[in-house]
Nanobody, 114 residues
Framework: QVQLVESGGGLVQPGGSLRVSCVASGFRFSSSVMRWYRQAPGKERELVAS????????NYADSVKGRFTVSRDNYANTVYLQMNSLKPEDTAVYYC???????WGQGTQVTVSS
């Protein structure tokens, strides 16, 4: 049974940093591209970052390039999203997604506010 569990969200001030994590189980983690999406209130879900199975192919949305870094630890079955220089417009629920199974985690809320 595929499971994705996100954690690490919270409230942070503008300019601050936060790292969200997603622990996977129920499948061979290294076999799947993993993605981070986000959805802000009243907006469509958007792709934020993507990482290949071996961590060798990285893609980012233009809005987060240079501020966010996606990484993965295949031994720990975990994908991370390090978010720096956060802005109020980064406020959203952040979801991880296993492309191979088209499976979503439950999401973690990130709020950027003073």
């Amino acid at each position: 049974q595929v499971q994705l569990v996100e954690s690490g969200g919270g409230l942070v001030q503008p300019g601050g940093s936060l790292r969200v994590s997603c622990v996977a189980s129920g499948f061979r983690f290294s076999s799947s591209v993993m993605r981070w999406y986000r959805q802000a209130p009243g907006k469509e879900r958007e792709l934020v970052a993507s990482i290949g199975g071996r961590g060798d192919i990285l893609n980012y949305a233009d809005s987060v390039k240079g501020r966010f870094t996606v990484s993965r630890d295949n031994y720990a079955n975990t994908v991370y999203l390090q978010m720096n220089s956060l802005k109020p417009e980064d406020t959203a629920v952040y979801y991880c997604y296993a492309l191979l199974f088209r499976y979503w985690g439950q999401g973690t809320q990130v709020t950027v506010s003073s």
